[in-house]
Nanobody
Framework: QVQLVESGGGLVQAGESLRLTCAAS????????VGWYRQAPGKQRESVAT???????NYADSVKGRFTISRDNAKNTVYLQMNSLKPEDTAVYYC???????????WGQGTQVTVSS
């Protein structure tokens, strides 16, 4: 059974940093593309950053230059380093692992990030 578990969320002040972790079990995570998404209250879930199995990355314009996605395949883990956090970054952050053009698509339970001004 595939499980994704996010951790690292919390309450920080504007300008501070957090590192989110997505730890996978039950699969060879290295072959999956992984995305971080977020959902703020009353808003739709949006993509924040993605990383392919070979390490290519893509970011939402709102986080470019502030967030960095990376992966450690030996640890079956993907990270999201978030710097210079803003109040508008406040949301529940979710990890999504998927294999393109297949049925294999998994989500974690989410971790809350709250940025105070």
């Amino acid at each position: 059974q595939v499980q994704l578990v996010e951790s690292g969320g919390g309450l920080v002040q504007a300008g501070e940093s957090l590192r989110l972790t997505c730890a996978a079990s039950g699969t060879i995570f290295s072959i999956f593309a992984v995305g971080w998404y977020r959902q703020a209250p009353g808003k739709q879930r949006e993509s924040v950053a993605t990383i392919t199995s070979v390490g290519s990355t893509n970011y939402a314009d709102s986080v470019k230059g502030r967030f960095t996605i990376s992966r450690d395949n030996a640890k079956n883990t993907v990270y999201l380093q978030m710097n210079s956090l803003k109040p508008e970054d406040t949301a529940v952050y979710y990890c999504n692992g998927f294999l393109s053009n297949t049925k294999y698509n998994y989500w974690g339970q989410g971790t809350q990030v709250t940025v105070s001004s």
